[in-house]
């Protein structure tokens, strides 16, 4: 599995565009990368994912290099309530069905007002 | 719909009891996952099961035990807690088919104390 590597704190203010960027640089051709967001008490819930280029929705945009070495997490005119742990995983779908995925330690990311 | 619901939601045990934590998603998933988390970290998978009749280890399966009751149910015993097993536990589920984004969907937690 593609090991991940992610800052452990940000902080940014209201209104700002945050980047959250991680490296994987053992990706397999196979590996999708995720990210996910997880609030204290709550189990975490996913946001992106991509393969190659740019991924865009209605929450975030996913960035990831032609060498797929690492991906950005970007997040648009942040709130308050964006404060959260982020998550960067590597892995694949096996066909049986089991998600291999490592959820390392994460993002800490704190909006101030 | 509930989507994944973890049964219970605190639970204090003495040293070598014994429990089971509960689980169900009512979103017809045919995945279903183990995992724990300890303060500040990420979470490891404890057991999976792919599909109905299946179950499998994961990253920390050692004094655990799973069962998959039937499609929507999930249950993880500990046949004798120890203190290193003190953790928030989380239950998810993900469908299984080709193409998919294979996104989990997780309950809120079941937070476990052993003294």
């Known amino acids: 599995l593609a090991k991940t590597t992610q800052p452990i704190s940000m902080d940014s203010y209201e209104g700002q565009e945050v980047n959250i960027t991680c490296s994987h640089n053992?990706?397999?051709?196979?590996?999708?990368i995720t990210w996910y967001q997880q609030f204290p008490s709550q189990g975490p819930r996913f946001i992106i994912q991509?393969?190659?280029t740019k991924v865009t929705n209605e929450v975030a945009s996913l960035f990831i290099p032609a060498d797929r070495k690492s991906s950005t997490l970007s997040l648009p005119r942040v709130s308050l309530s964006d404060t959260a742990v982020y998550y960067c995983?590597?892995?694949?779908?096996?066909?049986?069905?089991?998600?291999?995925?490592?959820f390392g330690a994460g993002t800490r990311l704190a909006v101030h007002p | 719909n509930a989507g994944v619901t973890q049964t219970p939601k605190f639970q204090v045990l003495k040293t070598g009891q014994s429990m089971t934590l509960q689980c169900a998603q009512d979103?017809?998933?045919?995945?279903m996952y183990w995992y724990r988390q300890d303060p500040g970290m990420g979470l490891r998978l404890i057991y999976y099961?792919?599909?109905?009749?299946?179950?499998d280890k994961g990253e920390v399966p050692n004094g655990y035990n799973v069962s998959r009751l039937n499609k929507r149910e999930f249950s993880l015993r500990l046949e004798s807690a120890a203190p290193s097993q003190t953790s928030v536990y989380f239950c998810?589920?993900?469908?299984?088919?080709?193409?998919?984004?294979?996104?989990?969907?997780f309950g809120e937690g079941s937070r476990l104390t052993v003294l």
């Open positions: 998810a589920s993900s469908v299984r088919l080709a193409g998919d984004t294979g996104e989990l969907f």
């Open positions: 099961s792919a599909s109905e009749g299946t179950t």
């Open positions: 991509g393969y190659k």
């Open positions: 979103m017809n998933h045919n995945s």
């Open positions: 053992n990706i397999a051709t196979n590996d999708y």
């Open positions: 995983l590597v892995g694949t779908q096996i066909s049986g069905g089991y998600n291999k995925l490592i």
